[in-house]
C-alpha cells in the first residue's frame, strides 16, 4: 500500500504525463492543394460591351493572379498597330489601348494560358474579353485542327491567321499581319470567334520571332481555297517545313582528294552526270533525309591542277562544272564496309569508298564448321556488292576476306579482313502478307513503308502502282504501322508543299491498326488505300 506522501507524488507524476499528451505540437496539415484556376468576378466595361469607346479595360478576380509569358500568349484580333499594355495589380488585371481602334469592328482579346493563380499557377485556359465599337459583336466563327504534314501528328502552339479574301495577293503573308489570330491547342485545334460574315484567306505558321506574321524559314501551312467564316465546316491544315532551297539547286561543288569531286545539291529527283573529256567517270550518290545529297565524282588519268570538266543534268537542268584536280592532295586509303548483322534470306552487304574495278572470288571465303561454302555475289555498282549463301539457321559463319580481294580503278588493293555472322532461328522471326487493295487504281504511284510506331527507322519500303500482295519473310518481331504516301508526282519520295506553286504537301495516310508481330507468328493483314 502506498503512503500519502508517495500516493500524492504519483498523482502528480501522473497529471504531467497526461497534460504533456495534451500539449504535444504537431505540424498543421493544412487545407486541400487548391486546383482551381482564378475566376473572373467583374469586367469594366462589361464583356461583349458594344459602342466601345474606352482606352482601358479592368478586369478582377477572385483570387491574387500571375501573368504568364505575356507577349507570346495574349493575341488580339484584329491586330493593333501598337500593343495595348497589361498590368497585373494583385487581384486586378489593367488593359491600357494606347492604338487607335477602328469603328463598327468587333475585337477579341485572346488571354491563351497568360492568366494564372499567384499560388499554385492554375491555368485560366480561353478566356477571352469581347468588345465592339459598333452597335453588334459579330458571331461567325472559323475552326479547325493542324497536323504535321509528314506524320499527322497534331501541331501546338501556332499561330492561326485570317487575311480578307478580297483583294487578297499571296505576297500578302510576307508583309503583312492577318486580321484574325489564334493559337492552336496541344490537339492542334483551333478556333477564331467573333467574325464578320465575310470570306477569308486561312493560313498557320510556327511564329518564332513573335512578330505575328510569317517569315519564309517558319514552318507553314495554308488552306488553298477562300473560306467563308458562315460555313460550319472544320478545315484541316498540313503544317509543313518549307524547302531551304529550290529542288535541283547545286549547293557547293569541290575537290578535297586527286580525282575526286563532291557536288551537294537539294532534292535531286532525277539527275546525269557526265564527264567531257573522254575519261571513266564513277558516281556515287549518297541520298539524305534532309534532302541535301551528296555525289561522289571519281575521275582517272587528270593530269597536275588540270581542270576537271563535268556535265550535270539534275531536275531537267543541265549545268557545266569545272572543278580543279587537287591532284596533290593524298586520297583516302581504300577500303570497304561490311554488314554487323545476318538474317535468314539476308546478304552480307559490302561498301567501298572508292570505286571497285575488280574481284577475287579465290580470296573471297565464308566458311561454316571450318568448310568453305558456296555464294553469289550480286554487284549492284561499283561502290556496292551483296554477297548471298543459303543460310542455316541457328548457324555460325566466319567471312574471311585475303589480302588483295579487291582492287579499286586505282589498282589499290584491300587489306585482309574477317568476320564472324550467327543466325537466329526460324522460330525468332515473323512472316507478313500485306493484301494491299486500291479505292482508286490508276491514280498515281504510293509508297507503302512499314515502320516502327516512333517512326525513327523504315524497314521495309516499296512503290505500289496496283492492288498486290506483299509477302515478307523473316520480320523482326515488334510492332509496326503501315504509313501510306501518295506519291503525286511519282518521283519515289516524299514532298512537302510549295506556297509559292499553290502546292500543298503530298497525303500522308496510316493502316487503322499498328500490327504486332511476334515470334514464330504468320500474320496477314489487308491494307486499303484510299
Same mark, same amino acid.
Given at each position: 500500500?502506498?503512503?500519502?506522501p508517495l500516493?500524492?507524488?504519483?498523482?502528480?507524476?501522473s497529471?504531467?504525463?497526461?497534460?504533456?499528451?495534451?500539449?504535444?505540437?504537431?505540424?498543421?496539415?493544412?487545407?486541400?492543394?487548391?486546383?482551381?484556376?482564378?475566376?473572373?468576378?467583374?469586367t469594366?466595361?462589361?464583356?461583349?460591351?458594344?459602342?466601345?469607346?474606352?482606352?482601358?479595360?479592368?478586369?478582377?478576380?477572385?483570387?491574387?493572379?500571375?501573368?504568364?509569358?505575356?507577349?507570346?500568349?495574349?493575341?488580339?484580333?484584329?491586330?493593333?498597330?501598337?500593343k495595348?499594355?497589361?498590368?497585373?495589380?494583385?487581384?486586378t488585371?489593367?488593359i491600357s489601348?494606347?492604338?487607335?481602334?477602328?469603328?463598327?469592328?468587333?475585337?477579341?482579346?485572346?488571354?491563351?494560358?497568360?492568366?494564372?493563380?499567384?499560388?499554385?499557377?492554375?491555368?485560366?485556359?480561353?478566356?477571352?474579353y469581347?468588345?465592339?465599337?459598333?452597335?453588334?459583336?459579330?458571331?461567325?466563327?472559323?475552326?479547325?485542327?493542324?497536323?504535321?504534314?509528314?506524320?499527322?501528328?497534331p $501541331?501546338?502552339?501556332?499561330?492561326?491567321?485570317?487575311?480578307? #479574301?478580297?483583294?487578297?495577293?499571296?505576297?500578302?503573308?510576307?508583309?503583312?499581319?492577318?486580321?484574325?489570330?489564334?493559337?492552336?491547342?496541344?490537339?492542334?485545334?483551333?478556333?477564331i470567334?467573333?467574325?464578320?460574315?465575310?470570306s477569308?484567306?486561312?493560313?498557320?505558321?510556327k511564329?518564332?520571332?513573335?512578330?505575328?506574321?510569317?517569315?519564309?524559314?517558319?514552318?507553314?501551312?495554308?488552306?488553298?481555297k477562300?473560306?467563308?467564316?458562315?460555313?460550319?465546316?472544320?478545315?484541316?491544315?498540313?503544317?509543313?517545313?518549307?524547302?531551304?532551297?529550290?529542288?535541283g539547286?547545286?549547293?557547293?561543288?569541290?575537290?578535297?582528294?586527286?580525282?575526286?569531286?563532291?557536288?551537294?545539291?537539294?532534292?535531286?529527283?532525277?539527275?546525269?552526270?557526265?564527264?567531257?573529256?573522254?575519261?571513266?567517270?564513277?558516281?556515287?550518290?549518297?541520298?539524305?533525309?534532309?534532302?541535301?545529297?551528296?555525289?561522289?565524282?571519281?575521275?582517272?588519268?587528270?593530269?597536275?591542277?588540270?581542270?576537271?570538266?563535268?556535265?550535270l543534268?539534275?531536275?531537267?537542268?543541265t549545268h557545266a562544272?569545272s572543278?580543279?584536280?587537287?591532284?596533290?592532295?593524298?586520297?583516302?586509303?581504300?577500303?570497304?564496309?561490311s554488314?554487323?548483322q545476318?538474317?535468314?534470306?539476308?546478304?552480307?552487304?559490302?561498301t567501298?569508298?572508292?570505286?571497285l574495278?575488280?574481284?577475287?572470288?579465290?580470296?573471297?571465303?565464308?566458311?561454316k564448321?571450318s568448310?568453305?561454302?558456296?555464294?553469289?555475289?550480286?554487284?549492284?555498282?561499283?561502290?556496292?556488292?551483296t554477297?548471298?549463301?543459303?543460310? $542455316?539457321?541457328?548457324?555460325?559463319?566466319?567471312?574471311?576476306?585475303?589480302?588483295?580481294?579487291?582492287?579499286?580503278?586505282?589498282?589499290?588493293?584491300?587489306?585482309?579482313?574477317?568476320?564472324?555472322?550467327?543466325?537466329?532461328?526460324?522460330?525468332?522471326?515473323?512472316?507478313l502478307?500485306?493484301?494491299?487493295?486500291?479505292?482508286?487504281?490508276?491514280?498515281?504511284?504510293?509508297i507503302?513503308?512499314?515502320?516502327?510506331?516512333?517512326?525513327?527507322?523504315?524497314?521495309?519500303?516499296?512503290i505500289v502502282?496496283?492492288?498486290?500482295?506483299?509477302?515478307?519473310?523473316?520480320?523482326?518481331?515488334?510492332?509496326?504501322?503501315?504509313?501510306?504516301?501518295?506519291?503525286?508526282?511519282?518521283?519515289?519520295?516524299?514532298?512537302?508543299?510549295?506556297? #509559292?506553286?499553290?502546292?500543298?504537301?503530298?497525303?500522308?495516310?496510316?493502316h487503322?491498326?499498328?500490327?504486332?508481330?511476334k515470334?514464330?507468328w504468320?500474320? $496477314?493483314?489487308?491494307?486499303?488505300?484510299?
Open positions: 500500500m502506498l503512503t500519502k500516493l500524492n507524488r504519483f498523482i502528480l507524476f497529471l504531467l504525463i497526461i497534460v504533456g499528451s495534451c500539449a504535444q505540437i504537431v505540424n498543421p496539415t493544412g487545407g486541400a492543394k487548391d486546383d482551381k484556376p482564378p475566376v473572373v468576378t467583374e469594366k466595361p462589361d464583356n461583349q460591351s458594344t459602342l466601345f469607346n474606352k482606352n482601358k479595360i479592368i478586369i478582377r478576380f477572385d483570387e491574387f493572379i500571375q501573368l504568364n509569358n505575356p507577349d507570346d500568349q495574349i493575341i488580339i484580333s484584329p491586330p493593333l498597330g501598337v495595348p499594355t497589361f498590368v497585373n495589380k494583385g487581384k488585371l489593367e489601348i494606347k492604338d487607335s481602334i477602328q469603328s463598327n469592328t468587333t475585337y477579341t482579346i485572346n488571354f491563351g494560358n497568360s492568366i494564372g493563380d499567384n499560388k499554385e499557377n492554375n491555368l485560366l485556359s480561353g478566356f477571352s469581347v468588345f465592339s465599337t459598333g452597335l453588334t459583336i459579330d458571331s461567325n466563327k472559323v475552326q479547325g485542327i493542324l497536323q504535321q504534314a509528314f506524320n499527322n501528328k $501541331e501546338k502552339d501556332f499561330t492561326i491567321g485570317l487575311y480578307a #479574301a478580297s483583294g487578297f495577293i499571296d505576297s500578302f503573308i510576307y508583309h503583312k499581319k492577318p486580321l484574325y489570330l489564334t493559337k492552336t491547342d496541344d490537339l492542334g485545334h483551333f478556333s470567334y467573333n467574325l464578320p460574315p465575310d477569308f484567306k486561312l493560313i498557320a505558321f511564329d518564332d520571332n513573335k512578330n505575328l506574321k510569317y517569315d519564309k524559314n517558319e514552318e507553314f501551312a495554308y488552306y488553298s477562300s473560306i467563308r467564316s458562315t460555313d460550319t465546316v472544320k478545315y484541316l491544315l498540313r503544317s509543313y517545313k518549307p524547302d531551304p532551297y529550290k529542288p539547286k547545286i549547293i557547293d561543288t569541290f575537290s578535297i582528294e586527286n580525282n575526286k569531286v563532291v557536288i551537294v545539291a537539294y532534292k535531286p529527283y532525277n539527275f546525269l552526270l557526265k564527264e567531257l573529256q573522254q575519261k571513266a567517270l564513277y558516281v556515287n550518290h549518297i541520298k539524305q533525309t534532309t534532302g541535301i545529297d551528296t555525289f561522289y565524282a571519281y575521275t582517272t588519268d587528270y593530269a597536275k591542277d588540270s581542270l576537271i570538266r563535268l556535265s543534268s539534275i531536275n531537267d537542268t562544272l572543278v580543279k584536280n587537287r591532284s596533290l592532295l593524298k586520297s583516302a586509303k581504300f577500303s570497304f564496309s554488314s554487323k545476318l538474317d535468314l534470306g539476308d546478304s552480307i552487304r559490302i567501298f569508298n572508292a570505286p574495278l575488280r574481284y577475287d572470288t579465290s580470296r573471297i571465303l565464308i566458311l564448321d568448310l568453305k561454302i558456296k555464294y553469289k555475289i550480286s554487284q549492284h555498282s561499283p561502290f556496292e556488292m554477297i548471298f549463301s543459303d543460310w $542455316e539457321e541457328k548457324s555460325s559463319y566466319q567471312f574471311k576476306l585475303l589480302d588483295s580481294a579487291f582492287t579499286s580503278v586505282y589498282d589499290d588493293f584491300s587489306t585482309k579482313n574477317n568476320q564472324l555472322y550467327s543466325t537466329k532461328t526460324f522460330k525468332d522471326y515473323a512472316s502478307v500485306l493484301h494491299v487493295k486500291l479505292k482508286h487504281p490508276n491514280k498515281h504511284q504510293y507503302l513503308q512499314l515502320t516502327d510506331v516512333e517512326e525513327k527507322n523504315i524497314s521495309y519500303q516499296y502502282k496496283k492492288e498486290q500482295d506483299i509477302t515478307i519473310q523473316y520480320v523482326t518481331p515488334r510492332v509496326y504501322q503501315v504509313k501510306i504516301i501518295y506519291d503525286a508526282n511519282n518521283n519515289g519520295i516524299w514532298d512537302n508543299g510549295d506556297y #509559292a506553286r499553290q502546292i500543298q504537301p503530298e497525303k500522308v495516310t496510316y487503322t491498326d499498328t500490327i504486332s508481330l515470334a514464330y504468320d500474320l $496477314e493483314q489487308s491494307v486499303l488505300i484510299d
